[in-house]
């Protein structure tokens, strides 16, 4: 993707074959025995989440003309060597760790979730990286989230819908602090322009997106009826936003894509915390609003105040597309927890504290990590 490597065809391959060969001797003997019980019958949530992983982040990542190709490439590219690092490493944990056995159709619909992490990363990185670095990082975030995984639900007992949630808020902090070591591009460098097809492309990918997200939330629900329910309504309601704040808040007065692009996720990301537990949807209804409010007005502030000062370059606009609304979707969890269970002050102390804890410590790691490998 960048152009600061130069033996691409003595690199590349051979460390793919050599990734590949490692998985294939590792899934021999972790799997020679596997005695969990087979999926007779296909997933549709499965079949929706890898569709949102291959057309939807394929074509969101698509906005940079010079890098369109690549992106799309190298997005298939990590997904399915990404996957399978999820999965040795699920296995890996119930050989070593003894934990829980789950059948193979759960192991690889989790680790398609977990993949969405280094895809989110990887927008932020986009254009500044070569094929080397990406698979090494992809390698590395999916065995580091997957320890902050564990950590949360031993530790922490956190349920394992709610730390799987924390895979977008740990793929945009990781892949920030993964950029903030890269040098950012002239303004005027063709790495960072667009054209009106890379664009139209990107927003294709986004509309993928939208239309998946609530099967994104449904995967990792409890209460999967009311998660596609309450998902549907804060992403309504966000999209609306976008496009009263996208006119409101241009000179013009006119639409700006990059505004819709940005804004329209935000409230499938924001209410995935508690999109099973929510009972009412106007509830969704206001945090798709905040989601939306929070990501169009925090892209000024971000691109104007904090990320020259912090020197960080957000290729993707990740940051405020699944940052910022990850961390609102956080706090409105915790902030709902408060009102059910405020007649309860004991418990109601420990729930806060492990929730904030578990939030805190996602964030930690993601971006301690993220300066260790960028």
Not at 223 to 237: E, M, P
Not at 265 to 292: D, K, Q, R
Not at 297 to 314: A, E, R, V
Not at 336 to 355: A, F
């Amino acid at each position: 993707m960048s152009s600061n490597y130069r033996n691409f065809r003595n690199n590349v391959p051979w460390l793919i074959l050599f990734l590949e060969a490692v998985f294939i001797v590792l899934f021999y003997f972790l799997f020679s025995d596997d005695s969990a019980s087979r999926p007779i019958i296909s997933d549709p949530a499965f079949q929706d989440v890898s569709h949102m992983l291959i057309f939807g982040f394929g074509f969101f990542l698509m906005s940079l003309k010079r890098y369109g190709f690549s992106s799309t490439g190298f997005n298939l590219l990590i997904v399915v060597l990404g996957v399978q690092c999820s999965i040795l490493i699920e296995n890996s944990l119930i050989f070593l760790l003894k934990v829980t056995n789950e059948d193979s159709l759960e192991r690889i619909r989790k680790a398609t979730v977990d993949m969405t992490a280094v895809v989110i990363s990887t927008g932020a990185v986009l254009g500044k990286t070569n094929p080397v670095q990406l698979i090494l990082m992809t390698v590395v975030e999916i065995i580091v989230f997957r320890m902050s995984r564990w950590i949360n639900n031993t530790f922490l007992k956190i349920t394992d819908n709610i730390s799987m949630m924390h895979v977008l808020l740990f793929g945009a902090y990781f892949g920030l602090a993964v950029s903030s070591r890269f040098s950012e591009p002239s303004p005027r460098s063709e790495k960072n322009a667009s054209t009106p097809k890379s664009d139209l492309l990107s927003m294709l990918g986004t509309l993928f997106l939208w239309v998946f997200w609530p099967r994104f939330n449904y995967v990792l629900a409890m209460d999967k009826g009311k998660a596609i329910y309450n998902t549907y309504f804060a992403l309504a309601v966000s999209a609306v936003t976008a496009f009263v704040l996208s006119v409101l808040t241009t000179k013009d007065g006119k639409f700006r894509m990059a505004h819709i692009r940005s804004a329209v996720l935000s409230g499938g990301v924001t209410v995935g915390y508690a999109a099973h537990s929510i009972e009412y949807p106007w509830i969704a209804m206001i945090l798709g609003l905040l989601a939306s409010v929070i990501t169009i007005l925090g892209s000024y502030c971000l691109q104007t105040c904090l990320n020259p000062t912090l020197k960080i370059h957000d290729t993707s606009g990740v940051h405020f597309t699944f940052g910022l609304p990850g961390v609102l979707g956080g706090l409105a969890q915790v902030v709902l927890l408060v009102i059910k269970n405020w007649t309860d002050l004991p418990r109601l102390g420990y729930l806060v504290m492990i929730h904030v804890g578990a939030f805190c410590q996602t964030i930690s790691v993601a971006l301690l990590t993220g300066f260790i490998v960028g």
